[in-house]
Antibody
Framework: QVQLVQSGTEVKKPGASVKVSCKAS??????IHWVRQAPGQGFEWMGW????????NSAQKFQGRVTMTRDTSISAVYMEFKRLTFDDTAVYYC????????????WGQGTLVTVSS | DIQMTQSPSTLSASVGDRVTITCRAS??????LAWYQQKPGEAPNLLIY???TLEGGVPSRFSGSGSGAEFTLTISGLQAEDFATYYC?????????FGQGTKVEI
């Protein structure tokens, strides 16, 4: 059974950085994506990291602020997000890209990141 | 980016109703469309992918159809546990975008 377990709630000040982890169990040799959801809003795709961790791609909006890394030895993926603003307050999800199709078949439980002064 | 437009944004229905949600893409996405259900405080749950393929364990009252740029999610015989928000998601050509959601309420 595939499970993605994310790190806990974070509260950050504007300008700070946050690093969210996503630990996979079950089948772990997949692209992992990061998606965020602001309060009461829809989903916004942020980027992906390849199975070996050597490839990443992020949405143009987040380029320069987001860094995705992967530790294959412990099946963990990390998303570091820099220079946070109040508008970055959201729940951040990791999601597994299905091997055969490109949809997201498993999601982490989400990590609430609150940016507050 | 491919824009996804869902309608309606809110839908009022009763248990037993048949409901239909529409999702339109700003350009053709072939069959690269998924539907998710989200309940408050929870992560999205995959219902349908490749337009019409039901994810394992999802009740057969959920069905999807369409192609190109227009897609529908139908729930035949709404159950109490189906009151939630539904999102379409396109994953064509190495891009990923979502509709803004349809809240199905009592």
């Amino acid at each position: 059974q595939v499970q993605l377990v994310q790190s806990g709630t974070e509260v950050k000040k504007p300008g700070a950085s946050v690093k969210v982890s996503c630990k996979a169990s079950g089948s772990t040799d997949n692209y992992i994506h990061w998606v965020r959801q602001a309060p009461g809003q829809g989903f916004e795709w942020m980027g992906w990291i390849s199975p070996n961790g050597f490839g990443t791609n992020s949405a143009q909006k987040f380029q320069g602020r987001v860094t995705m890394t992967r530790d294959t030895s412990i099946s963990a993926v990390y998303m570091e997000f820099k220079r946070l603003t109040f508008d970055d307050t959201a729940v951040y999800y990791c999601a597994r890209q299905n091997t055969a199709s490109y949809h997201f078949d498993y999601w982490g439980q989400g990590t609430l990141v609150t940016v507050s002064s | 980016d491919i824009q996804m437009t869902q309608s309606p944004s809110t839908l009022s229905a009763s248990v037993g109703d048949r409901v239909t949600i529409t999702c339109r893409a700003s350009q053709s996405i072939g069959s690269s469309l998924a539907w998710y259900q989200q309940k408050p405080g929870e992560a999205p749950n995959l219902l349908i992918y490749q337009t019409s393929t039901l994810e394992g364990g999802v009740p057969s009252r959920f069905s999807g159809s369409g192609s190109g740029a227009e897609f529908t999610l139908t729930i035949s015989g709404l159950q109490a546990e189906d009151f939630a928000t539904y999102y379409c998601h396109q994953y064509n050509s190495y891009s990923w975008t979502f509709g803004q959601g349809t809240k199905v309420e009592i």
